[in-house]
């Protein structure tokens, strides 16, 4: 675990904070639904990226398919269902499929937060 994960948790358990409560926001707002999977669109516009794609020849436009699961949590991520809520969403769809739900769920989560994708919000 990284040194700002370790402070992070540590500084939501003297809060008293539980994950569970916290709502997750998208900040990454270009993606596509096709097939019922969600792709993440990005545009190569820096001029650092400029130049990779000049030199391998690499599109202007990328993108990111997330599976069946990882679609499912990207289109409850609406500003307003708490993280429990999700995975109590996602059990009701997938059933024991997806265990253990929250230690998957939180970890997926993270993921896309430490990505830049999304942000999360105490529920109010």
């Known amino acids: 675990m990284s040194e700002e994960n370790l402070k992070e948790k540590s500084r939501a358990q003297a809060k008293g904070d539980n994950f569970l409560l ?8 270009e993606y596509e639904v ?7 669109i990005f545009h190569h516009i820096k001029p650092v990226e400029k130049l990779l794609r000049w030199l391998v020849k690499k599109p202007y436009i990328s993108d990111v398919e997330l599976d069946e699961m990882g679609s499912e949590i990207w289109k409850l991520i609406d500003g307003n269902n708490s993280v429990y809520e999700i995975g109590q969403k996602l059990f009701e769809k997938f059933g024991k499929k997806c265990e253990p739900i929250y230690d998957r769920l939180i970890l997926y989560l993270r993921y896309l937060n430490k990505k830049g ?8």
């Open 22 to 29: 916290y709502v997750p926001k998208k900040k990454h707002i």
């Open 34 to 40: 096709r097939n019922h999977r969600v792709f993440l």
């Open 117 to 124: 994708w999304i942000s999360f919000e105490k529920k109010k």
